[in-house]
């Protein structure tokens, strides 16, 4: 019999939206009416992408779940097409010197926040239909290492990295490429792979991180600004010295909502990468660990959809949608903290942006029907 879904992941998730999308209201305000004249614009265009979130959303909870199975890699491949199309002239859209956007009038897209959901969804239906949903998980660390298994399965997933780490470094987009390899490690891991696949894949993963930064010389500025925080404080540093002076303002209860003075031009991206930045200045240290105890009950009762999955492709698609929220949630935090390089990407469910909410509220849609089928 079907089970009821998680209303508990579906209410922490509600609340998540609804508290992101009430603080950008505000936040949004006065660059909203700077650039085009009235407080709603930014507000406006960000309800619309939640609606269309949400729609698609709904989709995939009624979707069957071996449906979704049969067509991931058609969905992959077409994912993989649209990341190629936005070095096109034209229909791509360079921005902050990176290619990452398609624009079909007033239509903006961004594909690579939809390769963290298709790329979880292929992966686990292929590692499903590899391994026996009856293998044992304490043998997990022990599996088969034969040649074999070594060329039938790590290979094409190294294959599968590095198609997409190709795409995306073309892209220069090294922290959302990050999020996929270790939200794909994880569903690699989790189905039941030997234990040195994975640790052979992070080792690879770290040398490449690396090398990365060092070929890029803003990388390697970003890195020593993490290192040392005070490093040119008015140029590189200057977006991690006044998100600390947000957050530092800020004190225990904060100015109150809407009170912040540094989203007034004064904190670069503050709608996006920086959004944690003014929620610290505004509802204080005891608005951030609300914040943060809200995204760790909701990452709970997403793993624990996975483990009551009785589906293996169910268990795997869940576990990589939260590592993949997980690591992006830690990342965008982190960074806003001084703990973390400074990242450039968007706090889920609270940052400005259409796609990156879209390809959220979808993965919420299915997690809510592996729970119904658990």
């Not at 293998?135 to 298994?149: D, E, I, L």
Request: glycine fraction near 8%; charged fraction near 10%; proline fraction near 4%.
């Amino acid at each position: 019999m079907r089970r009821a879904i998680n209303y508990y992941f579906l209410f922490f998730a509600a609340l998540l939206l609804t508290a992101g999308s009430f603080f950008l209201a505000t936040l949004s305000a006065p660059a909203s009416i700077q650039a085009f004249g009235n407080t709603n614009h930014y507000i406006f265009h960000q309800l619309i992408s939640i609606a269309i979130g949400l729609v698609a959303a709904v989709i995939l909870f009624t979707l069957p779940l071996n449906f979704l199975k049969k067509v991931s890699l058609p969905l992959l491949l077409l994912n993989l097409f649209f990341l190629a199309v936005v070095f096109v002239p034209i229909i791509g859209t360079k921005l902050f010197g990176a290619h990452r956007w398609i624009s079909i009038g007033p239509i903006s897209l961004q594909p690579s926040e939809f390769l963290k959901l298709t790329a979880i969804i292929y992966l686990s239906a292929w590692l499903s239909a590899k391994f026996s949903e009856n293998r044992q998980r304490g043998v997990m660390a022990f599996a088969q290492k034969t040649w074999s298994q070594f060329i039938k399965t790590y290979v094409p997933f190294i294959c599968l990295l590095a198609v997409i780490s190709a795409l995306l470094f073309l892209q220069k987009d090294m922290s959302t490429l990050a999020i996929i390899i270790l939200s794909l490690l994880a569903v690699y891991f989790t189905a039941g792979t030997p234990l040195w696949h994975t640790v052979l894949s992070l080792l690879g993963g770290i040398s490449g991180a690396l090398l990365l930064v060092k070929i890029e010389p803003y990388r390697v500025q970003r890195f020593l600004v993490f290192l040392h925080p005070d490093t040119d404080p008015l140029g590189i540093g200057f977006q991690l010295r006044q998100s600390l002076l947000a957050i530092g303002s800020g004190g225990i209860f904060g100015k109150g909502l809407g009170m912040s003075t540094q989203k007034f031009g004064f904190l670069p991206q503050a709608m996006s990468d920086s959004v944690f930045a003014i929620l610290g200045e505004e509802l204080g240290i005891a608005g951030c660990v609300a914040c943060i105890i809200t995204f760790l009950l909701f990452f709970w009762q997403g793993i624990k959809i996975s483990h009551n999955a009785t589906d293996k492709f169910g268990k795997l698609v869940a576990i990589g949608v939260i590592v993949w929220l997980a690591v992006q949630t830690f990342m965008n935090i982190a960074s806003s903290l001084g703990i973390w390089p400074l990242a450039g990407i968007p706090l889920p469910f609270f940052s400005y942006g259409g796609s990156h909410i879209i390809a959220e509220l979808m993965a919420i849609g299915l997690l809510l029907n592996i729970s119904k089928n658990a």
